[in-house]
């Protein structure tokens, strides 16, 4: 292929003549890669197949100046994005679970989209970051969304033709429970042989529609999904059952990790969520499918503003893995707050990036005219490609990258500003400490200290008038630390050298406990609440000096609007933080700060 | 009329011939008044009008003695049943507002009830009791709604028959905006020449279509319906403009009082919803009209379990005053909780009864098939026409008075004993000495201790590591002591002479306090919570004794499912309650009883 081309994957961008495009079968780079070299105002791109091609054109219209040839390979093979999209509004979670940018782009109250060109500049600007796979619906599975996979296959074979285009692959999420609720049997049990036969048959007929098929995603025995626990079977007997029903075609399983009880006592202090998926899973490592991916929350909550790295992801070694992450912010925002959230999955990826087969990220896309509701928040999605493909890239170096690919020069310091810190603002303003939750109990958002304190979940923090925090030591606690290899482990048990930021995750301390930092837990508590607030009091300012030309009149609304309202939000989570931690402490703030 | 009648008003019931009825329009008794006596195993009713000698006949059929003649007249003329029945089923707050017995007697899903019969034997009910007008919608009233008063009269008028064979009166819940919502008006100033031909104009149709019809209930600028402050105008000038147009047929306007700041910051410490009613409406006394009749919830907050009586039935001599209560069980249960509250009412009207034009009670009625969900919540439905009529009745004596028109002899004792303390029983096992709220927001069911404290509705418990209530005194507080005459404000305004049960609700006490009880507050949580859950366990135990022959297995099989939640709801709050103030106060039990 040559210069001036137009490959339908470069949409309405134009290579110049500037950019020369070489295939070449026999280069030995690998699947999906490309060398790229600039010279003399010239790019070159050599790549063994189209996808190394497209990959590698991206990366030219991104290159500024020369540039010395390098070699591009993805670090992992599967980089999937995942939507929770319903194809029916659900009377509770609407159209898209945990969807803050409008509705569905695949789906409207019950019928497929009626934009399939939306869909198309969606699979470009996957594809432009790195993506090659995308599941379509909803973990959680109810009953019109099973029929995706038998009678409604035909559109999700319209989607896939769109996102193949793009050598995007498509996956569904399907209900283990799919052979009662759309078979016609009276059991899903993995051993019944007229359940695999159905399986066996319902692959059959996905595959004659799209023959590239991803495979499949599976919420099992979770928050109320069916599984193979009502069967007296494990979870890898019931993911082994649908991965021999892709195995003659390629397709493969993500089976999700997130197994816990959500029908605890808030009184049964013995019963450790963050235990769950270690103890349901690692007793099961070696006795996965080969082509089954257990797929696990990057922490052993759920996408916390501050978690520890899940131990699953450490301790299976005979398992092919996927750690998942959340670009869609429940718990961080909401797309209504600032949250870059790449330094997060950064330093996850840091220690479990050798050890997974796939990254997995949440979608925060929507049918949005920006996508993702704050303009800022498509930074997110376009990191979790680019990290997905290179996890050793530097959070700050991928935001730059992406503001000079979207914004004009005069606004680059703005949002530059806005945005490097805004995860470690929003953890200031919002749970202290790594103790998590204190969110609005059933939307999540917004703060309620005691809002999960007393519920089913296992969400607790245990503030009394002493101390606030979670024992999860091996040596008074639940025994949490002990599922971490050394010296992790090790570092997590003792108070000395358990990180600050994680204190109140590991451990129950009073709240004249000194941090590292020098400070008592609750001072540090007022300190960073006051100081978050403050810091999305500049970021308004900082925004409302930029002229609204440089950005564009609308675009520059839709921020100002967001700002308010987390603007409005932060002062809320301070001063109810502020206010519950003085009137259970009854310890001042030593500066005399305002507490209510 | 002589012996051996049957008007229709006596349904399936029959006097027998040893039952004389005369009516007699000279006799000078008034209005709804009976004179009965039994003897030589006759019974005599003499009336001068059919009403009174219906209420002689419903008299008779629960006259077991001889009787010395007596004459029964009504304590106040007005003894209104209100629903809280939409129209359309709303998404949230269902087909019946704060409803739990099944749906609407009226409407389902937008259209007439198809089983007037049922209207008609529930009509005869409220009239057995004393009952003598009833309104048939929400006070919210929405949109569809808002057109019962306009193009959908006639199905008001189909009600309106039934009842009137019961002489009983309907009246309509309208909204305020009703000139725009259904009239086509700009705008519902009550100083407008157009608004007030308007309201004339829909009166005078109303009439033509039920020459009886009783008036109008407003709920105006009261949580988000509108009302006369969009217009800069007083609520006596609202609800004046509604009572001219009702004048010339001598309709009446029943004006809610309950009219507070739904959207309080929980940070201002200065304002108090319990004052609201009282700034808001005791300025305007004197100014209403004569056909105005003020409606005043029984407590100043909102139908909680221990509330002080509001000053606003105190304090407006020269306005027309009607007392509310709630049958239906909002915060006392839901009808899933044996909580017979004829004893809080009776107390009520024990001060208010000489101030009060009318009596109102929110029904707690629906289409289940007995009547209220929980079988023994018709008590409530029983009492609240009883004391209406006569105010003086002795709670006990009216609960024994129903089980015996109710229940078979061998049930009596175990009915009596289950219900007889209830709500003193409710009262201890959920928010302590007065303080209230406490509930899981909106759906107002189960403990969350702080489910309320942040909130913007303005029902707060202040509760800290030292202490718990909120001063209301007018020496250190809200000033809110003040609205009431003396003696009581006084004795409210003072720790020393505030009675145990209402501290909470007028101080900011310290945890080790000293009741007159001679415990301390803290004590006095944790032993009413220990004792409120053993009460439910009993009453559960003693249910089960009750062979179910005793009672229909049907009956005792739905009181025995009733009880369980109550026992487990019970056992959440003693726990929720009991952990969150030793949480908060770090006191052990003095008796060394299970605290998680």
Not at 116 to 126: K, W
Request: proline share 6%.
């Amino acid at each position: 292929m040559s210069a001036g081309v137009h490959p339908a994957w470069l949409g309405s961008a134009v290579l110049g003549d500037d950019v020369v495009l070489t295939r070449d079968p026999r280069c030995g780079l690998g699947a999906e890669a490309y060398t790229i070299a600039r010279s003399g105002g010239v790019t070159t791109v050599v790549a063994e197949d189209e996808a190394g091609l497209m990959y590698g054109s991206f990366h030219a219209l991104r290159l500024q100046d020369d540039l010395e040839a390098q070699t591009h390979r993805p670090f992992v093979a599967r980089r999937m994005m995942q939507h929770w999209d319903n194809v029916f509004v659900h009377p509770v979670m609407g159209q898209v679970e945990r969807g803050y940018s409008g509705g569905s782009l695949f789906w409207e109250d019950g019928a497929l989209t009626d934009d399939p060109d939306r869909v198309g500049d969606y699979a470009r600007l996957l594809a432009s970051v790195g993506i090659n796979s995308v599941s379509l619906n909803n973990v959680n599975v109810h009953a019109g969304e099973a029929r995706l996979l038998t009678d409604r296959i035909g559109e999700v074979a319209v989607l896939a033709a769109r996102f193949r285009q793009y050598h995007i692959r498509v996956y569904l999420s399907v209900s283990f429970a799919a052979p009662m609720l759309v078979g016609g049997l009276d059991t899903a049990d993995p051993a019944d042989e007229r359940v695999q036969a159905w399986w066996a048959t319902a692959t059959q007929r996905v595959y004659a529609a799209i023959p590239d098929f991803g495979g499949y995603i599976v919420k099992a025995d979770s928050e109320g999904q069916p599984g193979p626990f009502a069967y007296g079977r494990t979870h890898a007997e019931g993911a082994n059952l649908l991965a021999a029903a892709l195995a003659p075609f390629g397709g493969e399983v993500y089976w999700r990790a997130f197994v816990y009880n959500h029908r605890q006592d808030w009184r049964d202090r013995t019963t450790d969520r963050a235990r769950a998926a270690y103890d349901h899973f690692t007793p099961l490592d070696g006795e996965f499918a080969p082509n089954v991916i257990l797929q696990v929350k990057h922490g052993p909550i759920d996408f916390q503003p501050r978690e520890p790295v899940s131990p699953v992801l450490l301790s299976m070694p005979a398992t092919r893995l996927a750690v998942e992450f959340q670009a869609t912010q429940e718990y961080t925002g909401q797309q209504r707050h600032v949250c870059y959230l790449p330094p997060m999955w950064s330093a996850v990826l840091s220690t479990v990036a050798d050890r997974v087969d796939a990254v997995v990220t949440v979608s925060n896309a929507g049918d949005d005219r920006y996508w993702t509701n704050h303009p800022l928040a498509q930074a997110n999605l376009y990191a979790a490609g680019r990290l997905a493909w290179d996890p050793t890239l530097d959070p700050t170096a991928l935001l730059d990258e992406w503001i000079a690919r979207t914004f004009p020069p005069a606004a680059a310091g703005t949002v530059h500003e806005l945005m490097r810190d805004s995860w470690a603002v929003y953890e200031r303003y919002t749970s202290p400490l790594g103790v998590g939750f204190m969110v609005h109990p059933g939307d999540h958002y917004g703060p309620d200290v005691d809002g999960y304190e007393y519920s089913r979940w296992g969400t607790y923090h245990f503030a009394d008038r002493d101390g606030v925090g979670v024992d999860r030591t091996t040596a008074t606690g639940t025994g949490y630390t002990a599922q971490y290899p050394e010296p992790l482990a090790s570092q997590y048990e003792s108070r000395a050298t358990c990180p600050d930021e994680l204190l109140l995750f590991f451990h129950h301390v009073p709240y004249t406990h000194v941090l590292h930092s020098g400070v008592t837990v609750i001072q540090h508590i007022y300190d960073t609440h006051f100081a978050g607030a403050e810091a999305v009091s500049e970021m308004v300012s900082r925004w409302s000096d930029l002229p609204p030309s440089a950005v564009g009149e609308d675009l520059h609304a839709r921020v100002s609007d967001r700002l308010r309202e987390q603007h409005r939000s932060a002062l809320e989570w301070r001063d109810q933080i502020n206010t519950y931690f003085y009137r259970k402490s009854g310890i001042p703030d030593t500066k005399a700060r305002r507490i209510y």
